[in-house]
């Protein structure tokens, strides 16, 4: 979780429009201070010594680039900073989407988006959660079910019933997954039990929170913030 009264942001191969719209919308809402972007011929660690950033911003516009998220992302854990990256991909280039969030950069936004998202995003990121723009989250087909598990294990909630008794940490995070639409198998191979236990999991939890389909399991997901965790 980051210290959101020191928020800092600074930018690496973003274009200078995309760079005034994100200054606009940090400025306007108040979420960070944009500190620099990075300047010509300057080394990333250089960069990150000058700027001591805690949101670094990194520009996806063309296939070949010289800085890219996971050169990124390997500077600052060499230079053992605690900043996070967020992806901002161009709109020629959204169908790299998936390659990028396979490789572990989970928070992503698409450059058309950051006058109306990116203060939600920085939010959400120092907050300790993972920012992913809600047109195209869909495009990823196959989602690292770990970085869910991870994201969304948070604890027992409270019935509707409180006469039926909190769900148990393995029905909550069944019911979780499958909200978000993880199989049986999925859920089962990673929590390494099996699929009858994972459907018991599930019935119970539907059971003590009177959800009788798929429907009203996302609603109630949405009511309760289990989607917030990575999109908002």
């Not at 306007?28 to 990075?38: M, N």
């Not at 929590?191 to 539907?206: H, N």
């Amino acid at each position: 979780m980051i210290d959101q009264s020191r928020l800092r942001v600074a930018t690496v191969g973003v274009n200078r429009e995309t760079v005034k719209r994100l200054c606009d919308n940090v400025s306007l809402s108040g979420a960070a201070i944009f500190v620099d972007e990075i300047r010509e011929l300057e080394r990333i660690n250089e960069f990150l010594v000058r700027t001591l950033p805690n949101i670094v911003v990194v520009g996806i516009t063309c296939q070949v680039s010289e800085f890219d998220a996971h050169i990124v992302a390997r500077s600052l854990r060499n230079a053992r900073s605690e900043a996070s990256v967020i992806c901002v991909v161009s709109e020629p280039l959204i169908d790299k989407v998936p390659e990028i969030y396979k490789a572990g950069i989970h928070n992503i936004v698409l450059e058309s988006d950051i006058s109306m998202e990116f203060s939600r995003a920085i939010t959400s990121i120092a907050a300790g959660g993972h920012y992913i723009s809600r047109r195209i989250f869909g495009l990823i087909r196959e989602p690292d079910i770990r970085s869910f598990y991870a994201a969304l294990n948070t604890g027992p909630v409270a019935p509707k019933d409180t006469g039926a008794g909190p769900l148990s940490e393995r029905e909550e995070i069944v019911l979780k997954l499958f909200a978000f639409g993880f199989s049986t198998k999925e859920i089962a191979s990673q929590l390494r039990v099996s699929t009858k236990t994972v459907e018991t999991y599930k019935a119970r939890a539907s059971d003590k929170l009177d959800l009788r389909s798929r429907v009203s399991i996302v609603k109630y997901g949405c009511q309760s913030g289990w989607f917030s965790v990575l999109i908002n």
